[in-house]
């Protein structure tokens, strides 16, 4: 049986887990932190996910666990519409689906849930990675959760002594699948000479809200640098988000006083939803995204995923949704595992090939849209809204037609 290591236990590797799984591969997913998702979130997964999810079962159960995102839009921060999304027209367009609305953590449970029991290994600290070999290290039990790790045609991290002190351990596997987020150090490893991430200029905060009673619907609002966000999910929570341009590294303090502060006299509901929120559940991330495509999302034996291959700002709702993309292309691109791997090194070439344009030009697209939003002198902050309400007016088909790049892709045939 061909067997595969997934680095990283985000959304990307649980899926490419189970999409190996299911075509007969033995995995075993490496995850640094000592639990999966500790603190919740929000997630939108839009129609292109959700048929990659249907090919490995999972589509149908987080639907049931889902809200629908209405109609929404982009408002202004005093509340006018500025663009209009009808989910009927986008879901006619796209086999039924538009975007569903749901915790971080029931997508999560739901991947894990189909796995086989033990596949998920935590508190384990990969530092070392082989492409040619399939090759990888470990950290020794107790050694610190940050060590990096590298990867080179055999030299750091590949001999038989490498392993930081000689006492680490170590997996061989037919396929690395390195799903280790946007700051990967398998990626870094791999691409020496690449310049990783970038700081995209803005700050994000997410939180989840228990909302009974305030009224919402999904939509984005857009002032002067600064962005608000509303998901109202199932169960009575409503997830928000929001940026503002800022420097990078900041973070300390109350960050739902922060949020109050900056969004207070913004429109209904946004105060009434942050005077709901608690100070425990608001994440605050610097924004960084791959500016730089890389050169190939493989070398070797290893196949980068998610984040740690194309790291994009959230404007387009895409992040996530693109790694699941990645993992049942991946998946297929592998073949079946019941037997010998075979050449996994020249079959993940066509992997890059049919990841890397697409996911590239996504990239671009969103970081485009995030550029718009740190708009803030307010002379083209006005140019700026009235350019976007102008153009909703004029070709309202457009607006749900503009998806259709991202919303129409469909999954490789099994």
């Known amino acids: 049986m061909a067997e595969a290591v997934v680095v990283g236990a985000g959304i990307g590797g649980l899926t490419a887990a189970v999409a190996l799984q299911r075509r007969g591969w033995k995995v075993t997913v490496l995850e640094r932190a000592a639990s999966l998702e500790p603190v919740g979130s929000g997630l939108g997964v839009a129609a292109n996910a959700l048929k990659a999810l249907d090919t490995i079962g999972v589509g149908d159960e987080i639907r049931k666990l889902s809200a629908v995102q209405g109609d929404g839009g982009v408002r202004s921060a005093g509340g006018r519409w500025l663009a209009r999304t009808s989910a009927e ?21 739901a991947l894990v849930a189909r796995l086989a029991p033990g596949t998920v290994r935590l508190n384990t600290t990969v530092t ?110 409503t997830y928000c988000y929001a940026t503002d341009v800022t420097p990078a590294g900041g973070g300390g303090g109350d960050q739902l006083a922060e949020l109050r502060r900056l969004f207070s006299a913004w429109h209904d509901p946004i105060p009434a939803l942050l005077a709901a929120a608690s100070p425990e559940n608001v994440l605050r991330n610097d924004v960084h995204y791959l500016a730089v495509p890389l ?67 996504i990239v671009t697209r969103s970081a485009t849209i995030c550029r718009a939003t740190k708009i803030r002198n307010p002379l083209a902050v006005r140019l700026r809204d009235t350019a976007m309400a102008l153009a909703s007016r004029l070709a309202p088909r457009g607006v749900a037609g503009s998806a259709d790049e991202i919303f129409g892709w469909r999954p490789p045939a099994a």
């Open 89 to 109: 027209a986008v879901a006619a367009r796209h086999g039924g689906d538009s975007v569903i609305l749901l915790r971080r953590a029931d997508l999560v449970d």
């Open 128 to 237: 070392g990675v082989d492409p040619e070999t399939g090759r990888v290290l470990l950290a020794p039990a107790g050694a610190a959760a940050g060590a990096a790790a590298t990867a080179s045609g055999g030299t750091a991290g590949t001999g038989p002594d490498d392993a930081g002190g000689g006492g680490a351990a170590r997996l061989e596997a037919d396929l690395v699948v390195a799903a280790d987020g946007i700051h990967s150090p398998i990626r870094a490893a791999l691409f020496p000479g690449h310049p990783g991430p970038v700081y995209s200029g803005t700050t994000s905060w997410r939180v989840l809200v228990p909302a009974e009673g305030v009224p919402g619907q999904a939509s984005e609002s857009w002032g002067a640098g600064r962005v608000f966000g509303i998901m109202p999910l199932a169960g009575g929570l």
């Open 295 to 361: 050169p190939a999302m493989h070398r070797g034996r290893v196949a980068l995923l998610g984040d740690a291959a194309h790291a994009m700002t959230p404007n387009l709702g895409q992040g996530a949704c693109q790694a699941i993309e990645d993992a049942v292309v991946l998946a297929h691109v592998a073949g079946a595992g019941e037997g010998p791997a075979g050449d996994v090194a020249a079959r993940l070439a066509g992997y890059t090939a049919a990841r890397l344009a697409r996911t590239s030009k």
